[in-house]
């Protein structure tokens, strides 16, 4: 792949938009070698992934106006499903996504960090959707993603106006979950991806499935989507594991007797 590298750490998956001269701004093959990568990740070695931008400059800061520039209706209409396609992907993906947002995220960047389950970025982070702008509305799930992250009205607040915000401020809107200094931010995305390697995998992406599935129906049928999933951890060796690793211990902390003293 010439946009797109992948490293594996571990249980975890490193995948980095490496397009640094365009700020690793996103075009069709750029689009086509992520889908391809999510398709090559080994769900057998691998319990969660980390999707970050190269360079320390950008994440991505957005969809490559230089090819969006002579699309007809049809071609843009084509190009915002390509895009939906890869972003869906990524956020039904069957393992948690950390989105690291090194620099820019707009537009598009900001579109496919909303993809990722979870955000943390560095100081020097910008998000927004600056589509408005441009004559165009955002095309890569940003006018729905942002709105179920934020609520509507501050989403339509940054959509309308096209205003970018800093890291602080989207870290108070609930964006991101966390802001780091920008040296620190890759080891804090590995720290959090190996916390979430350590616990049981198949639980953990019943969880997100859980998640991700009862956000779209109303609660008499998420909590069925909850019961299915509950039950479906059952009789696995990781349930039997972790049942039985924690009767074990309160086990041996209930045969512990305190030594009689005579004073």
């Given at each position: 792949?010439?946009?797109?590298t992948?490293?594996?750490?571990?249980?975890?998956?490193?995948?980095?938009?490496?397009?640094?001269?365009?700020?690793?701004?996103?075009?069709?093959?750029v689009?086509?070698?992520?889908?391809?990568?999510?398709?090559?990740?080994?769900?057998n070695?691998?319990?969660?992934?980390?999707?970050?931008?190269?360079?320390?400059?950008?994440?991505?800061?957005?969809?490559?106006?230089?090819?969006?520039?002579?699309?007809?209706?049809?071609?843009?209409?084509?190009?915002?499903?390509?895009?939906?396609?890869?972003?869906?992907?990524?956020e039904?993906?069957?393992l948690?996504v950390?989105?690291?947002?090194?620099?820019?995220?707009?537009?598009?960047?900001?579109?496919?960090?909303m993809?990722?389950?979870?955000?943390?970025?560095?100081?020097?982070?910008?998000?927004?959707?600056p589509?408005?702008?441009?004559?165009?509305?955002?095309?890569?799930g940003?006018?729905q993603?942002?709105?179920?992250?934020?609520?509507?009205?501050m989403?339509?607040?940054?959509?309308?106006?096209?205003?970018?915000?800093?890291?602080?401020?989207?870290?108070?809107?609930?964006l991101?979950?966390?802001?780091y200094?920008?040296?620190?931010?890759?080891?804090?995305?590995k720290?959090?991806?190996?916390?979430?390697?350590?616990q049981?995998?198949?639980?953990?992406?019943?969880?997100?499935?859980a998640?991700?599935?009862?956000?779209?129906?109303?609660?008499?049928?998420?909590?069925?989507?909850?019961?299915k999933?509950?039950?479906?951890?059952?009789?696995?060796?990781?349930?039997?594991?972790g049942?039985?690793?924690?009767?074990?211990?309160?086990?041996?902390k209930?045969?512990?007797?305190?030594?009689?003293?005579?004073k």
């Amino acid at each position: 792949m010439e946009f797109i590298t992948y490293e594996q750490d571990g249980f975890v998956g490193i995948i980095t938009i490496n397009r640094p001269k365009a700020l690793n701004a996103l075009n069709s093959q750029v689009l086509d070698e992520l889908d391809a990568a999510l398709d090559a990740v080994d769900l057998n070695t691998t319990r969660a992934l980390i999707l970050t931008g190269a360079g320390d400059k950008s994440f991505v800061a957005g969809a490559d106006i230089g090819e969006m520039s002579s699309l007809t209706k049809a071609e843009g209409e084509a190009f915002g499903k390509k895009g939906n396609d890869v972003f869906r992907k990524l956020e039904t993906f069957p393992l948690p996504v950390i989105a690291a947002v090194n620099g820019f995220a707009l537009g598009g960047g900001c579109e496919i960090s909303m993809s990722c389950d979870i955000r943390i970025c560095s100081e020097n982070a910008v998000f927004g959707q600056p589509e408005v702008g441009l004559g165009i509305t955002p095309g890569f799930g940003g006018t729905q993603r942002l709105a179920r992250l934020v609520g509507a009205g501050m989403a339509k607040q940054m959509i309308y106006t096209a205003r970018n915000i800093k890291a602080d401020e989207a870290y108070r809107i609930g964006l991101v979950n966390a802001v780091y200094p920008a040296e620190e931010l890759m080891t804090a995305a590995k720290k959090m991806a190996a916390g979430i390697a350590a616990q049981a995998p198949i639980a953990v992406r019943n969880c997100k499935k859980a998640i991700n599935d009862g956000l779209q129906v109303d609660m008499d049928q998420a909590i069925v989507i909850e019961e299915k999933l509950f039950g479906d951890c059952f009789e696995t060796e990781d349930q039997k594991a972790g049942m039985g690793n924690f009767l074990e211990k309160d086990k041996e902390k209930k045969l512990k007797v305190v030594p009689f003293q005579n004073k």
